[in-house]
């Protein structure tokens, strides 16, 4: 089965929206939640997460938004998981995002849009060594 690299945002942990989302992933059949983890992420770390995205306009604001507070930090396995957690999330666009996704039912902003999943099996290999580096 696969593993997948989830985030929840600082939006989604000063909103008091932890149990919400960690709710839905978690009533998934076949899944199953390896490590959870309440951490504030370095530059180093978000740097290594995000470096993709460097030198694009968003890049600065999403690194000072990611480092704001805390995130919660979750490896998940399961039934087609990756693919499987971005779809519970929805589009990048909280407003395009359809009601009934994480980001569909509670955002607006597109920087502040709750929830990060990796997005390929390579992405996931390569942010679980960045977040749980020795877990695998
Ligand atoms: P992540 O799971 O966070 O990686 O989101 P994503 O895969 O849906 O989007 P992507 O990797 O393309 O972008 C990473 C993050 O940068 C997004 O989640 C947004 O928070 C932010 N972002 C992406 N595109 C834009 C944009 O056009 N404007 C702004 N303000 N933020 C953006
Ligand atoms: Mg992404």
Redesign the pocket.
Same mark, same amino acid.
Request: cysteine-free.
């Given at each position: 089965s696969q593993r997948t690299l989830v !985030?929840l $945002?600082p939006d989604a942990v000063r909103r008091g929206l932890i149990g919400e989302i960690v709710g839905r992933i978690e009533r998934k059949a076949e899944w199953t939640i390896q490590a959870l983890e309440l951490r504030t992420l370095s530059q180093d770390t978000l740097e290594q997460h995000?470096g /993709? =995205?460097q030198g $694009?306009? &968003?890049y600065e604001? !999403?690194m000072e &938004?990611m480092a704001s507070g805390p995130v919660v930090a979750l490896v998940v396995d399961g039934e087609r998981v990756i693919e499987g957690v971005r779809a519970l999330?929805g589009?990048?666009d909280p407003i395009a995002a359809a009601p009934g996704s994480i980001r569909g039912d509670f955002g607006t902003i597109?920087? /502040?849009?709750l929830? =990060?999943?990796s997005?390929s099996e390579e992405s996931a290999a390569r942010e679980l060594k960045i977040f749980f580096p020795g877990l695998f």
């Open positions: !985030l $945002k995000y /993709e =995205h $694009k306009p &968003f604001p !999403l &938004f999330a589009p990048t597109v920087r /502040e849009n929830i =990060h999943a997005d």
